[in-house]
């Protein structure tokens, strides 16, 4: 079954793996077990990862928690593991209890 994962609109959080926000709903979206992926998804490409990759200047790769941020990159973690473009909380910072 379809993932919003491998949908060209989403974009996975970097940090929680079940957490996405949809380009095209303009929403945020909670993966689970059961959610099947709205009636926009269009499945990725590699030319549609190539163009975020040149645009943006990096991807993500959900399976292992990395950035990519070359071609040769991608190549390899296409090979078995789920890449989308992720999207980084930006008041993750504020929300983090802080150590002294």
Known sequence: MPDCRNCVFFKLHDT??????CVNLNEVVVLSGGRRP??????VTLDDLRKVLSSVGFLYCATCGEYIYTLEELEKHLR??????????????EESPAAD
């Open 38 to 43: 709205c009636p926009h998804f269009r499945e």
């Open 16 to 21: 929680y793996e079940y957490l996405g926000y």
């Open 80 to 93: 078995k593991h789920v890449v989308t473009s992720g999207f980084s909380d930006d008041v993750a910072g």
